[in-house]
C-alpha cells in the first residue's frame, strides 16, 4: 500500500502519525523455513542485509508461524536530540543494496549495520489482515513484538495521535516528513491511497534517466545525468540535467551502468537541448535525488544525485507536486485536530 502526497495535516480525528523513513521499503514474510525480504518492484534482498535476515529468523522462531510484516529498512544513525530517525542517511544504504560480494556485504553488516523498522502486519499465522483497519493491525503487530528483546536490528515503527508534534519534531530533526494514516483505513496491496498521506518537508524525488551528456574539462566519464518523470499520459517528460552528489568512483560506476543500456533515440517526449554531445539510454534506471525546488517552467534547481534505486520501476516514477515545504509552523498547528 501506498501513500498519496499530501498538503496539510488531515482536520478532525480518527489520524495516526508516523516518521517518513529514508530507506527501503520491504515486506518481510517470515516462516519456520524461510525469509524473504522483497522490495515493491519484487526484488529479493536478503543476501545485502544478513543481519536483518538474522533477526527477523529469530523472531519467527519466537512466533512460531508464519507472519507477514511491512516496513522500511534503514541505515543504523545516532539519535537526534529530539529524536530518530535522524537527518538523511539513504546514501550508506544505497552503497549495500547493490552488492553480490558475500565478503563485502559481511563486512558491511558488521561496520555500517542496517535496521528494519516494522510498521504493519499483513498476515499471522492463518489470519490475513489487509481486511482489518489499520488500529487492529496495529494492535496484533505490536502483540507480535510483545516478548521481543531490545534488537537494533529489528524495531516496531514510533506512532502517535499528535500530528503537529511528530511534525514539529521532523522540522527541528531533519526528517524527510511524516507518513499521515486513518486508524479505520484497510490495507490496499499495490494500492495509493489517500487513507495514507505522505507530507514531505523536503524535495527528494526519484527521476528516470534518460541519457547523459560527455563531460568536459578535467570531469571523469560523464557530465551530467538527463532526468525525467512520467506525466499523467504516461509520457516521460524531461526535467532537468544534474552532476552534482558524485566522487570519481561514482561517476565510473553510473557510465558502465549506463553505457550498457545505451540507445539511439532520446526516450524523453520532447528530446532536451544540451550543451556537451548526449548519450541516450533506455529509461531504466531510476536515482534518488534532492533538489532546492521546482521551477517555473517546470525543471530542478540545484539537484544533488543520492544513489540508485533498483528497489523501484522506472515506470512507477511520476511527477510529484510540492508537499509541505512552504508551510510555516504556525500554519501547521492551525490544520491539527
Known amino acids: 500500500m501506498y501513500a498519496t502526497l499530501g498538503h496539510a495535516i488531515p482536520r478532525g480525528g480518527g489520524w495516526t502519525y508516523e516518521p517518513k523513513y529514508d530507506g527501503m521499503r520491504v515486506v518481510a514474510d517470515i516462516s519456520a523455513r524461510r525469509v524473504r525480504l522483497v522490495t515493491r518492484n519484487g526484488k529479493e534482498k536478503q543476501p545485502q542485509f544478513p543481519e536483518v535476515v538474522a533477526a527477523l529468523r529469530s523472531l519467527g522462531s519466537r512466533i512460531g508461524h ?36 558475500t565478503r563485502e556485504i559481511a563486512r558491511l553488516s558488521v561496520e555500517a549495520p542496517a535496521t528494519l523498522v516494522v510498521f504493519d502486519a499483513l498476515r499471522d499465522g492463518r489470519a490475513t489482515l489487509t481486511s482489518w483497519p489499520w488500529r487492529e493491525r496495529r494492535a496484533r503487530l505490536e502483540s507480535l513484538f510483545a516478548d521481543a528483546p531490545d534488537e537494533p536490528t529489528l524495531r516496531i515503527g514510533e506512532t502517535s495521535a499528535r500530528g503537529a508534534t511528530m511534525l514539529a519534531r521532523a522540522r527541528r530533526a531533519g526528517w524527510e516528513g511524516i507518513i499521515a494514516k486513518r486508524t479505520e483505513a484497510l490495507y490496499q496491496p499495490g494500492a495509493r491511497s489517500d487513507d495514507w498521506l505522505k507530507l514531505k518537508l523536503q524535495f527528494r524525488a526519484e527521476f528516470v534517466v534518460g541519457g547523459f551528456t560527455e563531460p568536459r574539462n578535467s570531469r571523469p566519464y560523464l557530465g551530467a ?66 533538489f532546492a525546488e521546482w521551477t517555473s517552467d517546470g525543471r530542478l534547481r540545484q539537484p544533488i544525485y543520492l544513489g540508485v534505486r533498483d528497489d523501484k520501476a522506472a515506470r512507477d516514477v511520476t511527477i510529484e507536486g510540492v508537499s509541505m515545504q512552504r508551510w510555516g509552523t504556525g500554519e501547521i498547528a492551525n490544520d491539527a485536530a
Open 225 to 290: 545525468l538527463l532526468l525525467g518523470a512520467h506525466d499523467v499520459s504516461g509520457r516521460l517528460v524531461y526535467v532537468g540535467h544534474m552532476g552534482g552528489g558524485f566522487d570519481r568512483e561514482g561517476l565510473r560506476t553510473m557510465r558502465d551502468r549506463l553505457d550498457k543500456i545505451e540507445r539511439k533515440a532520446s526516450p524523453f517526449a520532447v528530446a532536451p537541448r544540451t550543451n556537451e554531445p548526449a548519450h541516450w539510454v533506455a529509461p531504466k534506471v531510476v536515482v534518488e535525488v534532492k
Open 66 to 101: 508464519r507472519v507477514v510484516l511491512d516496513g522500511e529498512i534503514v541505515a543504523r544513525r545516532r539519535r537526534s536530540r529530539a529524536g530518530a530517525p535522524a537527518a538523511s542517511e539513504f546514501q550508506p544504504l544505497q552503497a549495500r543494496m547493490h552488492l553480490k560480494d
